[in-house]
């Protein structure tokens, strides 16, 4: 047994830095910030994600060759083309480019059967 004049006092904690003084070099980061990852780009923004106009598009273009053409038709031809301008300009993060054109071709298909099915009704 140890006498207790022989016993140091434990040393006390240290003190915290001073508030905007920076962290020691070796002390981890605060949680939820960014960490860099060293060399390189970074990480990917994500999968690109399909454009709902140009969905639009399509589907129009297609239910148009089935009932109510003109609406239809002119509904696929304006979806389309806004899908398109806006694909473009979104720099990779929208995709669905096919289907905007898809409903570009459809509409006036559907628009120029619905002039025939009438002449020939008539």
């Known amino acids: 047994m140890v006498p207790m004049s022989d016993q140091q006092p434990p040393d006390p904690e240290p003190a915290p830095p ?3 003084a920076p962290p020691p070099p070796d002390a981890p980061p ?3 910030q960014w960490q860099p990852q060293g060399y390189g780009y970074g990480m990917a923004a994500g999968p690109a994600k399909n454009n709902g106009l140009a969905i639009a598009s399509m589907v129009c273009g297609i239910v148009g060759l ?3 053409a003109v609406v239809l038709g002119t509904l696929a031809i304006i979806f389309g083309g ?3 301008s806006r694909i473009n300009s979104s720099n990779g993060t929208q995709k669905g480019k096919n289907m905007a054109i898809a409903g570009l071709v ?3 298909i559907d628009i120029i059967l619905w002039i025939i099915v009438l002449n020939a009704v008539t």
Request: aromatic fraction near 14%; hydrophobic fraction near 55%.
């Open 18 to 20: 001073p508030f905007g």
């Open 30 to 32: 605060p949680p939820g």
């Open 66 to 68: 089935i009932v109510f």
């Open 82 to 84: 806004v899908a398109l």
């Open 106 to 108: 459809l509409g006036p």
